[in-house]
T-cell receptor, first 115, second 113 residues
Framework: EAGVTQFPSHSVIEKGQTVTLRCDPI?????LYWYRRVMGKEIKFLLHFVKESKQDESGMPNNRFLAERTGGTYSTLKVQPAELEDSGVYFC?????????????FGNGTRLTVT | AQSVTQLGSHVSVSEGALVLLRCNYS??????LFWYVQYPNQGLQLLLK??????LVKGINGFEAEFKKSETSFHLTKPSAHMSDAAEYFCAVSLQGAQKLVFGQGTRLTINP
């Protein structure tokens, strides 16, 4: 089966610009998660979808970040406008059910650099 | 609130030597515990997890970890390191019923020939 796909793999943008990251989960996985690792620090939770519904968005840093999952398939994470501190690696993960019962499958991440 | 501390951001061992990666957690209730590995240019992969039951958990690639409640620890070990074990390792916790992971800062493991 195809794994979790994220693109772009790298993005370099200027401060103030907009960037949209995309995640294609494994087909049939209702649960989709976004995580972020900033500057070599710990990986932090951003939000969790079940199908198209946001179950938990407590990790979203501020209202410059908008995540969507229309139709319960792929998800996008838009940063508008981007700030320097948004630089980091954004990971997407998916699972058929809660990760306590089945492993999460992570994508390779999108490395975002804001200059 | 939960937190995870991984002692040592970088660990270097010789091929064939014991691998010991330390993880301590802070949680008001017994959490679920995980170890993930990230190989270069890849996503995170689950090595092993502890939820309930036996406190010694075996994972993939010869790794194992032991949950010690009294020490609030979940250290990862492998008896004999292989060059292919070079990667970054992440300890993580979650509360029962919570669908989010809290990660440690990661430990980069280097294997010397």
């Amino acid at each position: 089966e195809a794994g979790v796909t994220q693109f772009p793999s790298h993005s370099v943008i200027e401060k103030g610009q907009t960037v949209t990251l995309r995640c294609d989960p494994i087909s049939g996985h209702d649960n989709l998660y976004w995580y972020r690792r900033v500057m070599g620090k710990e990986i932090k939770f951003l939000l969790h979808f079940v199908k198209e519904s946001k179950q938990d968005e407590s990790g979203m840093p501020n209202n410059r970040f908008l995540a969507e999952r229309t139709g319960g398939t792929y998800s996008t994470l838009k940063v508008q406008p981007a700030e320097l501190e948004d630089s980091g690696v954004y990971f997407c993960a998916s699972g058929p059910q809660g990760f306590h019962n089945s492993p999460l499958h992570f994508g390779n991440g999108t490395r975002l650099t804001v200059t | 609130a939960q937190s995870v501390t991984q002692l040592g951001s970088h660990v270097s061992v010789s091929e064939g030597a014991l691998v010991l990666l330390r993880c301590n957690y802070s949680s008001s209730v017994p959490p679920y515990l995980f170890w993930y590995v990230q190989y270069p240019n890849q996503g995170l992969q689950l090595l092993l997890k502890y939820t309930t039951g036996a406190t010694l958990v075996k994972g993939i690639n010869g790794f194992e970890a032991e949950f010690k409640k009294s020490e609030t620890s979940f250290h990862l070990t492998k008896p004999s390191a292989h060059m292919s074990d070079a990667a970054e390792y992440f300890c993580a916790v979650s509360l029962q019923g919570a669908q989010k992971l809290v990660f440690g800062q990661g430990t980069r493991l280097t294997i010397n020939p």
